[in-house]
């Protein structure tokens, strides 16, 4: 199975600072079906992006994601209050699709 | 609006089974897979298994081979997790998914596995 590393595990960072996060898989992604989700305690994950680089619907501009093969980023250009959370990164073009380990976002 | 809705939280014994129902609606079911995707507490997503309601196809995880099972019911839009055999480590948030790369996610259920 193709297994997802992510770091940092945590980042610490202020608001409308510029967020950078990694994520590695040990093989390559089939057409770069990786996808990025956000989740916030106690609800249910969010699609940020799909296809590696594709904004899911209604999430802003200031989400970017890029990459290919086997080294993907998400990108949060400036962060809002909103944005500290963890993110998880998962692939879905080969099964069995896996999920990175998280990345947590927490305010400085 | 399309929403997925699973059902309430369970409470099973060591040995048990537990059946998780999520119902569709704000869509043609047939055209969008489903995911299955739990979360221990204070841990991360884990990825259980897709199923496919045109044709009733799943794909599960290896190492729920054997006590995990998908099905889907098209004719009430409703998707159906089941595990059988459940211990402590099951417990968990079990939440489903539309598609390989959840778009849409049902609110999640609260498995507790507890003697």
């Known amino acids: 199975e193709i297994v997802l590393t992510q770091s940092p595990g945590t980042l610490s960072l202020s608001p409308e600072e510029r967020a950078t996060l990694s994520c590695r898989a040990s093989q390559t992604v089939n057409s770069n079906y990786l996808a990025w989700y956000q989740q916030q305690p106690g609800q249910a994950p969010r699609l940020l992006i799909y296809?590696?680089?594709n904004r899911a619907t209604g999430i802003p501009d200031r989400f970017s994601g890029s990459g290919s093969g086997t080294d993907f980023t998400l990108t949060i250009s400036r962060l809002e209050p909103e944005d500290f959370a963890v993110y998880y990164c998962?692939?879905?073009?080969?099964?069995?699709?896996?999920f990175g380990p998280g990345t947590k976002v927490d305010i400085k | 609006q399309v929403q997925l809705v699973q059902s309430g939280g369970e409470v099973k014994k060591p040995g048990a089974s537990v059946r998780v129902s999520c119902k569709a609606s704000?869509?043609?079911?047939?055209?969008?897979?489903i995911t299955w995707v739990r979360q221990a507490p204070g841990q991360g997503l884990e990825w259980m298994g897709w199923?496919?309601?045109?044709?009733?196809?799943?794909n599960y995880a290896q190492k729920f081979q054997g006590r995990l099972t998908m099905t889907t019911d098209t004719s009430t839009t409703t998707a159906y997790m089941e595990l059988t055999s459940l211990t402590s480590d099951d417990t968990a948030v079990y939440f489903c998914?539309?598609?390989?790369?959840?778009?849409?996610w049902g609110q999640g259920t609260m498995v507790s596995v507890s003697s």
């Open positions: 998914g539309r598609t390989r790369s959840p778009d849409i």
């Open positions: 199923i496919n309601p045109k044709n009733g196809n799943a």
């Open positions: 704000g869509y043609t079911f047939t055209t969008s897979g």
């Open positions: 296809g590696a680089s």
């Open positions: 998962q692939q879905y073009g080969t099964l069995p699709f896996t």
